[in-house]
């Protein structure tokens, strides 16, 4: 078995990502958390505040002989409007914007392909405002983040929310998801 490779994603509320990506094969940890921005080790509060210029991300622990790089990356493409600044739904604001933090290289030359040919391709009437920048400062989330769907199926965001989105996510799917 390879080793494990990591990519790190801001596609709107932690939360969500988290949701939908726990839940594909060969993934093998979701974790909450922030980056970008100028503020080391921000809290929750200072992230919402929009003046860190941090995202709220997932970074994503998998298996490359399981899952793709790739086939992460169509999962990311599909599962948010990544033609909306700072805008996700009901969340606003430059923490939720749009983002692909990359670890290397190939992974940057990877996500700006797939990114020109979806914006070639017409798939969105707007054009993609993704951003695809090198991996920083990055800050583990706070621990009551760490699974919060599935810790907290019940509460309001979540079933308005995020349960739409992994019903959604598990339909078009259905041939990546965990056993």
Request: negative net charge; charged residues 25%; proline residues 3%.
């Amino acid at each position: 078995m390879k080793d494990l490779q990591k990519v790190t994603f801001g596609s709107g509320c932690f939360w969500c990502s988290e949701a939908v990506f726990e839940r594909v094969k060969g993934v093998k940890s979701v974790e909450s958390g922030y980056a970008g921005g100028t503020v080391e080790s921000p809290t929750y509060e200072e992230v919402c505040s929009g003046t860190t210029g941090a995202v709220e991300v997932i970074q994503i622990n998998y298996d490359p002989d399981i899952i793709t790089y790739d086939e992460l990356l169509e999962i990311f493409w599909k599962t948010h409007d990544p033609t909306t600044l700072n805008k996700q739904g009901n969340d606003v604001g430059t923490q939720y914007r749009s983002v692909i933090f990359y670890h290397d290289d190939g992974q940057k030359i990877k996500a700006e392909e797939y990114k020109k040919a979806l914006n070639e391709s017409g798939t969105w009437d707007d054009p993609i405002v993704t951003e695809i920048v090198l991996y920083n400062n990055y800050t583990k989330a706070e621990d009551y983040h760490q699974n919060y769907y599935e810790n907290n199926p019940n509460q309001g965001y979540c079933a308005f929310a995020i349960t739409p989105k992994v019903e959604k996510f598990e339909k078009v799917f259905k041939d990546k998801l965990k056993n």
